[in-house]
């Protein structure tokens, strides 16, 4: 970004090496980046007083799975996501405009769908 309005941008990857990988990436491109290794803690995270734009997760879970429940739940809650998923896709939510990126990761895909996740949005 360079202006000085870095975004803060979440990740939550449950495997270590892909987790530092993807967040040193995204901080490199000049973004804030809190990293996770779970939901659990990501929720606490968007709790936080610090607004986070936007969410990347690489937890690809069956949908019938309890774990799946807050991914589901952040589809729906209108907040940008990213899934990043070995199958390419990413849980399946009514009238959201999430992005999905197949893994492994490239820098240059990433940024091209950070950049569209965190466009503003023309008003309708």
Excluded: C, W
Excluded at 81 to 98: E, F, H, K, T
């Amino acid at each position: 970004m360079g202006d000085g309005s870095a975004k803060r941008v979440l990740v939550v990857e449950g495997d270590a090496p892909a987790r530092g990988m993807i967040k040193g990436m995204v901080e490199a491109a000049g973004f804030e980046v809190v990293a996770t290794d779970g939901m659990d803690s990501a929720l606490g995270a968007l709790e936080s007083a610090s607004p986070i734009d936007l969410v990347i997760t690489g937890i690809g879970l069956p949908a019938e799975s309890a774990a799946a429940r807050p991914l589901a739940e952040l589809a729906k809650s209108g907040r940008k996501v990213i899934y990043l998923s070995d199958a390419g896709r990413g849980p399946d939510g009514p009238g959201n405009d999430n992005h999905t990126l197949q893994k492994p990761v490239m820098i240059d895909a990433l940024l091209r769908k950070i950049t569209a996740a965190l466009r503003p949005q023309p008003k309708a």
